[in-house]
Structures are given as C-alpha cells and as structure tokens.
C-alpha cells in the first residue's frame, strides 16, 4: 500500500488498522515478520513533518526475528553462568512500546552518533505488499517500492529517506520484475551446475556438452548484468548517488557541503543534493535533470536548475568524484532484497561495502569491539589462521589448487586439507588463530551445526568460499529469512565473507586466492600475483610467470578486507561468481 493509497482508505479502515497496530504494540516479543510488517504499516502514519519518526519505524521493520535470537542467547548464558561472553543485550534489545516515540527517536540518533565518522549507513527497505500475503507458497516474486534511508555516523547530522517506486516498462507499463528474474537466475545456475556437476571436478563426456555449459553460463551471466543494469538505471535511476560513502579526502566533502549551504533549502533537500554533486560522475545528464527537478520542481526553478546543473558539471570535471576513494558503506537490506547483487552497481563496484542485518547489530558490533576500532575499522591480526580445504573429499582439483596456495603463501598457518573434521576439530579450526577460511560445499554447517556456532565467542574474521554460504533461506510464510552466517555475527564475529548463490570452484578458488594473497603479506620471495596462474588452474604447480613486470606497493598488499575484496574479485572468469562474493559484518583492517 502507497502512502496515497493509504491516505484515501476511509477513515473506518484506518482506525481498525490503527486499533489492531495498538494490540500488536502489547506483545512482548511478537514473532518478527508481524513485528517487521506492524511497522512497515507504521510508517504510514507519521505525518509528513516528522521524517524521523517514520525513519524509527523503517529501522525496526530489518531482521528483529534475530535480534530476538540474540537476546534469548545472551539470557540463556546469563541463567547457565555461560563465560563466553555473547552478544550484549542492552545494544540490541527492543525499546518498551510504552515509552515516549521522541525518547525512542533519540536513543537511535544517539547511536548512530557514537559510531565512527567514518561510515556511512545505507538502509533499503522495501515496502509492504499486502498481495505476498496470497502468494506465501507459489514461486512468485513482488517488485515492491523501496525506502533508502541515509545514517551519516560520528554525526549530529539528521538521517534522511526517500522512496522509490518499482520500475515499469515503458512499453506496456507493467512493474519490471526484478526479483522474479533475480530468483530465476539462481534457479537456472542451480539447475545449470547440476546438470553439468562441473562444482565437483568431474570432466565432461565430450565436447558438445562442454559447448552447452559454455553457452549455458554465457547466457547466465549476461541475464545477471542485464538485471544488474536494469536496477541501476530503471529502478533506482539518479538516487543510485544515495548509496555513495564519505570521501576520504575531507577538503572535498567540505566543498562540497560549503556549495549546498549557499541555498536556502531544507536540511533534506541539502542532502540529496550532496549525493547527487557526489554522484555526478555516474548519473547521466537526463539523470541529473530528474534528480535536480525533484529537489527544485517549481517551475520558478528553472534558471536555478540550469546554474547548478553547470555548476556541477565543472564541479566534476575539477575534482573527478568518480575517481575519489571513499570510506565504507555498510549495506543494511531488506530480507526480500538480500539476494539482489547490490554491491555490483556502478557507484560502489569499486568501493568498499560490507553488508549488515539492522543498525541494532552495527551498534552492537561495534560496542564489543570499540576499542580495537581504528579510522572506522576494527584492527585485526593475520599471523596464525586456520583453515579447512574439501572436508566433502569430493573436490580433489580445488583441494590441490589450494593446499598448493597455502603451502606458498601462509606456511604457518595451520588447517585440515582432504579430511571430514569432527566437531572438536571444527572448533579447535573456529577458536585458534585470527582467522578462519572454509573452502569447501556450503558453509561447513554439515559439520558442526550452526546453533553450536552461536554458542561460542568468535572474535576472529570468517571467510566461508563454498556455495550459498552467506545466503538468506526461506523457511515459512510466517518466519523470518535465516541464514547460517547470522550465528557468526551472534557469536560476535567481526565479518564474515562468502557466497550469495552456488558459484563453481575453480573462480571460486581463483578469487579465494587474489584476494587472500592482495590481503594477507607474505614472506614468500615471489608475490601470488606472478604466479603463472594456467599452470596452477590445472594442475595446481606453481612457476613463475617471467613475463610480468614487478608490482607496485599497492598492487602486492591492501590491508583493508572491503577494498581487498573489490580487488580479489576483478579476476573472476564469470560475473556470476563476481557478483555472489560479498562481505558481511564491520569494516577490518590489519594491523
């Protein structure tokens, strides 16, 4: 329901909705999606004036089915006398209903006010359809409007949101479905690697069907760019500049506020006009119009429209936004757009973005580890890690190829190569050293349940490289999305990173390695980077590639893990594999 819609319901219907919303407020811990869909309903009635409140609403509608886990996590451990130390309560814990909305309000800013200055939050909600209700069993998709709400942290600087409605087709004006082709894709690569059962080293029969697979995954992977393009320039069109992060040169976001000051406009419509002469170097020119004739649609407006259109343009061509590294963007989606490959688009393909769940858990997260919290991001050490390479044994070219790559590269590192791991030692793998890499089928839940995982404390990054390793599950109509990854970050995992969708091992094991060996130094005489890498691919032999210049400092080492995971996935052979890589959790950085 639009705001429109809900503004022409007659009055009858708003007070039911209005009385029933009431009775909801009184559960204690209602189940999370009827607590996510009460307050989807409750941003319909903040009035216009008071953006905050309704901000308030959009906040709580993100993934409290969790937030109720971890609170129930961390009571159980306080009544068994657990000391390991879970997820404190008091950070992400529900706000009595009884207390004043203002108080409520304040408390949210106030958090997002202690977080570091360095991040900014970018919260994509979609907005309620009372039709999934219907279709709770069928294979359908909706395409809903979205809510983008900006949190500039470290900040007294108020959040903003605007929506945006589903993209239609020009032609005939039906919704594009975005989701449905998104889910369609993962289906057809599904069926596509099981056909073929490639992910699982087996070599085709004979050429022709080596061919179709070929074709199979060429046709994949440009359905997936056409999609990922759609959502860029036909549904979020010129507010794509809305997801862009803070420059790290400060100079540039000083002019560039000092330019949005001389107008004598509201607060909000400062800011969108700061995302959009941030954004500049992305946005077309018929984009740009559109963004400058929302912040100024009177037709009064024009010459100003016109001025600030050059000025903008002179703005980009003086300083290159497009070129301008940025601090990280902490992703907080909607459960229904989870699956969507956000971090693909043009604005933040090359930047770094880590996904989180709610601003609950950011908060949370960054208490337990604010005092190890550095220029935004959490320090960490990469001396003694840990691994598990093919505990299925079915994956004898991957295990080769990586064990190979250890071996070389992180020798004092300890893990299990080629082995099925009992559940001590897929503890003792969790709990010793400072890091935590699965390369393997899924994301090693086989091999020690994910309730177990939220039982412990975790204070190391998790690198999960099998298929669907971080991804959402539908488990009900009436449950929330759940996904194994989710335990890590209970048990206070920094950030984990692993896998949207089933991905094939062989570019799964190439970015594994380019963004390990872009990461983590070496002592080995010979960077990664100069490894012939057809050799490696095949047979799993290391040389050297003689043919290529030495590097750069840059080119051997970035110490941060988001811009070493932008880097490390360039070298994916399929935009499939691209696109499925993703980080979850903070900002991290070696020391």
Avoid at 272 to 295: D, P, Q, R
Avoid at 364 to 390: C, P, Q, R, W
Avoid at 407 to 433: C, I, Q
Wanted: charged share 25%; proline share 4%; with cysteine.
């Amino acid at each position: 329901m639009s705001d429109k819609e809900y503004e022409d319901e007659p009055n009858e219907i708003k007070k039911e909705v209005e009385e029933i919303l009431k009775k909801i407020q009184n559960i204690h811990y209602p189940s999370g999606p009827i607590y996510s869909k009460s307050n989807k309903i409750g941003t319909h009635f903040s009035v216009e004036e008071n953006e905050l409140e309704k901000i308030y609403h959009l906040v709580e509608t993100h993934s409290p089915n969790l937030r109720f886990n971890a609170i129930h996590r961390f009571e159980k451990s306080v009544e068994e006398a657990d000391f390991t130390q879970p997820l404190n309560k008091s950070y992400i814990d529900f706000q009595c209903t009884t207390k004043n909305m203002k108080d409520r309000i304040d408390v949210m800013l106030q958090q997002l006010n202690e977080m570091p200055e360095e991040w900014t939050m970018i919260q994509i909600t979609s907005q309620l359809n009372v039709q999934e209700n219907f279709e709770v069993t069928s294979e359908r998709y909706f395409t809903n409007s979205i809510h983008i709400t900006v949190f500039n942290c470290g900040s007294k600087e108020l959040p903003f949101s605007l929506m945006i409605d589903p993209p239609l087709n020009k032609v005939n004006g039906d919704v594009l479905e975005i989701r449905q082709e998104m889910y369609s894709i993962i289906k057809d690569n599904v069926k596509c690697l099981e056909n073929f059962k490639a992910f699982c080293g087996k070599s085709f029969k004979h050429a022709g069907e080596k061919l179709l697979y070929s074709e199979m995954r060429f046709s994949l992977n440009n359905r997936l760019e056409v999609l990922v393009k759609e959502i860029q320039s036909k549904w979020l069109r010129e507010w794509r500049c809305l997801l862009i992060g803070k420059f790290l040169n400060m100079e540039l976001e000083d002019i560039v506020q000092t330019k949005v000051d001389t107008l004598n406009i509201s607060e909000k419509k400062k800011n969108l006009l700061k995302c959009l002469i941030k954004g500049s170097g992305f946005l077309s020119i018929t984009e740009m119009k559109n963004g400058l004739s929302y912040i100024f649609p009177e037709n009064s407006d024009k010459d100003l429209r016109v001025s600030l259109a050059k000025e903008i343009q002179q703005m980009q061509g003086a300083f290159e936004f497009v070129k301008q590294t940025r601090h990280p963007v902490l992703l907080i989606i909607d459960e229904k757009l989870d699956v969507l490959p956000w971090e693909m688009l043009d604005v933040l393909e090359n930047h770094p973005a880590s996904r989180m769940p709610c601003l609950h858990f950011t908060y949370a997260l960054f208490k337990e580890y604010e005092n190890n919290i550095k220029d935004g991001m959490v320090s960490v050490t990469a001396e003694n890690g840990t691994y598990l390479i093919n505990p299925g044994l079915d994956l004898k070219n991957m295990e080769n190829r990586l064990k190979n790559f250890f071996n070389y590269w992180l020798p004092d590192w300890k893990g299990l190569v080629g082995v099925t791991p009992t559940e001590d030692d897929f503890k003792n793998l969790l709990t010793t050293g400072d890091i935590f890499i699965y390369s393997g089928h899924g994301n090693g839940t086989q091999f020690f349940a994910s309730e177990k995982i939220q039982r412990m404390r975790i204070n190391k990054v998790v690198l999960l490289f099998g298929c669907s390793s971080v991804s959402l599950s539908t488990l009900g109509p009436q449950i929330e999305m759940f996904g194994s990854y989710q335990m890590y970050l209970i048990a206070c995992s920094p950030c984990i990173v692993g896998m949207l969708w089933p991905v094939t091992d062989i570019d799964t094991d190439i970015v594994t390695t380019e963004f390990l060996s872009q990461w983590i130094p070496s002592k080995a005489e010979t960077h990664w980077k100069l490894i012939e890498k057809k050799k490696w691919e095949t047979s799993g032999n290391l040389t050297v590639n003689k043919t290529k210049a030495t590097l750069t400092n840059s080119e051997k080492h970035e110490p941060e893990l988001l811009r070493a995971l932008c880097k490390g996935k360039k070298v994916a052979k399929q935009f499939l594999m691209k696109a499925a890589c993703v980080a979850r959790g903070l900002p991290v950085k070696l020391k």
